[in-house]
């Protein structure tokens, strides 16, 4: 089944570690993104990759890093520069194009808890 | 920058009919789409409208004005299975980015 996959599902972190969570979609997305969700809030841009070796900010990328080195990959890096990094995140992937929907397919999700 | 607003909480019964509204404001626009995210899942695509009027999918319609930079979700027929967060999120300046509001929360009672 076409679909994108998130890893861990549940992450424990002290202080001052850095942890990177895994996300992997074999749906052949150009268009990659990370949201971070705190409880009651809406999703908030962390990066987005339109394409391979390549990527952008979101609203909220400080103490946070990306990579895209392949096309159906796209792991987020959790900083220890990152001052308060217990919340959900969320892993999605869209077609590109202006005449898409602009749908957005999520992954299950990484709930990480900093100790 | 770009900013949404939407009612954070709603509640109906079962059987009603219930409009979550949203609001934005944005620097170029393409779309308002609508996600549905049950607690501790992750959010599931409900509809997109790039151009004025209604769209309709099974229970669920969707309505943009451009011109009045608003939109709503309606949900007829409610079930249980609907009580849910709902976002509404705008395809703005820089088409792959896509902006979430704050969410509403859907209660549906018996």
């Known amino acids: 089944d076409g679909g994108i996959t998130q890893s861990p599902k549940y992450l424990f972190r002290k202080e001052g570690q850095n942890v990177t969570l895994s996300c992997e979609q074999n749906?052949?997305?150009?268009?990659m993104y990370w949201y971070r969700q705190d409880p009651g809030q809406g999703l908030r841009l962390i990066y987005y990759?339109?394409?391979?070796?390549?990527?952008q900010k979101g609203d909220i990328a400080e103490g946070y890093s990306v990579s895209r080195e392949k096309k159906e990959s796209f792991p987020l890096t959790v900083t220890s520069a990152q001052k308060n990094p217990t919340a959900f995140y969320l892993c999605?992937?869209?077609?590109?194009?202006?005449?898409?929907?602009?749908?957005?397919?999520f992954g299950e999700g990484s709930r990480l808890t900093v100790l | 920058g770009q900013s949404l607003e939407q009612p954070s909480e709603v509640t109906a019964v079962e059987g009603a009919i219930v409009q979550i509204n949203c609001t934005y404001q944005?620097?170029?626009?393409?779309?308002l789409s609508w996600y549905q995210q049950h607690d501790g899942g992750a959010p599931t695509f409900l509809s997109y409208?790039?151009?004025?009027g209604l769209e309709e999918t099974g229970r669920f319609s969707s309505f943009l004005s451009r011109s009045d930079s608003y939109g709503y979700l309606l949900l007829q027929e409610l079930q249980m299975k609907d009580s849910a967060s709902y976002f509404c999120?705008?395809?703005?300046?820089?088409?792959?980015?896509?902006?979430f509001g704050t969410g509403t929360r859907l209660l549906v009672s018996p």
């Open positions: 999605a992937s869209s077609v590109l194009g202006q005449g898409a929907s602009g749908e957005l397919f």
């Open positions: 409208n790039a151009l004025d």
């Open positions: 749906l052949n997305h150009d268009a």
């Open positions: 944005t620097s170029g626009f393409y779309g």
């Open positions: 999120a705008v395809r703005g300046a820089g088409f792959q980015k896509l902006v």
């Open positions: 990759s339109q394409i391979v070796n390549d990527f």
